[in-house]
Nanobody, 120 residues
């Protein structure tokens, strides 16, 4: 079984920065992609950024130029550096892992989330 542990959330003022981390552990055969999603109160969960095993990166339009996703393949860890944070970006940030299991099935895992609060 695979587990994801997120960290780095907290309280920050408008314009501040946070760095989120997500470490995967367990029965991992091959990681296809790792990414970050967020869910604000009363809204649907939305994609923030994703990075594939080959290093291809996709950002949501609303974070381009402010957020940076990166990875440490040796530690099965993905990071999200968030700069210039805005109050409307308050919410729970979730780590998502897409992997290929040993039986070659594609499997998806979600972390429990880490809360980010941006004060005005």
């Amino acid at each position: 079984q695979v587990q994801l542990v997120e960290s780095g959330g907290g309280l920050v003022q408008t314009g501040g920065s946070l760095r989120l981390s997500c470490a995967a552990s367990g029965s991992i055969f091959k990681i296809n992609a790792m990414g970050w999603y967020r869910q604000a109160p009363g809204k649907q969960r939305e994609l923030v950024a994703v990075i594939t095993s080959g290093g291809r990166i996709n950002y949501a339009d609303f974070v381009k130029g402010r957020f940076t996703i990166s990875r440490d393949n040796a530690k099965n860890t993905v990071f999200l550096q968030m700069n210039g944070l805005k109050p409307e970006e308050t919410g729970v940030y979730y780590c998502k892992l897409d992997l290929t299991a040993r039986d070659y099935r594609s499997v998806e895992y979600w972390g429990r989330g880490t809360l980010v609060t941006v004060s005005s």
